[in-house]
T-cell receptor, first 115, second 117 residues
Framework: EPEVTQTPSHQVTQMGQEVILRCVPI?????FYWYRQILGQKVEFLVS????????KSEIFDDQFSVERPDGSNFTLKIRSTKLEDSAMYFC?????????????FGSGTRLTVV | AQSVTQPDIHITVSEGASLELRCNYS??????LFWYVQSPGQGLQLLLK??????LVQGIKGFEAEFKRSQSSFNLRKPSVHWSDAAEYFC???????????????FGKGTKLSVKP
């Protein structure tokens, strides 16, 4: 069964450093997403991406965040200057049609720890 | 605003016992509803979904859920729990600003299921 692959599984970074979280969506999917889950809290939507541009973003997704599809296979989330409160599990997801009726396929997540 | 509530943070059941995980949602239109499961170290796996038709939905691994519009609920059930079902379960509603089929997922906080031998 096709999978969404995320790397690394766990990343520790110092506050103020830049981090890039990587995702390889399912190859024929066109819509891509990032969600995050702070420990003990809800999984929250960050951003959706289609046709090489952001289609929707939440209030969480401020100027410190950016997304990119640099080479047609990877989908990355960059946090420019990490803060302690960015510590969370970050999930990438992809969808063939962006249609809620079909749901999305999620990766196994990257646990980001900012120290 | 759309929201999802899972009132039970942690549930423990004995293997072979029945299970019901509660989920309530708040959404103005007919919702898209999902249950996801997350095993340790794994991603979010879709168990089942509902967006129209029969209100009793069958999913993978023997799970089912029933959509009750009058109660704004979408509870997940399984008649006989197996030890491998121990995981965290997330209810989610698909929210579209314009009521269409594209949008994003709003998750509940999750319910952790432990299974006693």
């Amino acid at each position: 069964e096709p999978e969404v692959t995320q790397t690394p599984s766990h990343q520790v970074t110092q506050m103020g450093q830049e981090v890039i979280l990587r995702c390889v969506p399912i190859s024929n999917h066109l819509y891509f997403y990032w969600y995050r889950q702070i420990l003990g809290q809800k999984v929250e939507f960050l951003v959706s991406f289609y046709n090489n541009e952001i289609s929707e973003k939440s209030e969480i997704f401020d100027d410190q965040f950016s997304v990119e599809r640099p080479d047609g296979s990877n989908f990355t989330l960059k946090i420019r200057s990490t803060k302690l409160e960015d510590s969370a599990m970050y999930f990438c997801a992809s969808s063939e049609w962006g249609n809620l009726g079909h749901g999305y396929t999620f990766g196994s997540g990257t646990r980001l720890t900012v120290v | 605003a759309q929201s999802v509530t899972q009132p039970d943070i942690h549930i423990t059941v004995s293997e072979g016992a029945s299970l019901e995980l509660r989920c309530n949602y708040s959404y103005g239109a007919t919702p898209y509803l999902f249950w996801y499961v997350q095993s340790p170290g794994q991603g979010l796996q879709l168990l089942l979904k509902y967006f129209s038709g029969d209100t009793l939905v069958q999913g993978i691994k023997g799970f089912e859920a029933e959509f009750k519009r009058s109660q704004s609920s979408f509870n997940l059930r399984k008649p006989s729990v197996h030890w491998s079902d121990a995981a965290e379960y997330f209810c989610a509603v698909g929210a579209s600003d314009y009521g269409g089929s594209q949008g994003n997922l709003i998750f509940g906080k999750g319910t952790k299921l432990s299974v006693k031998p």
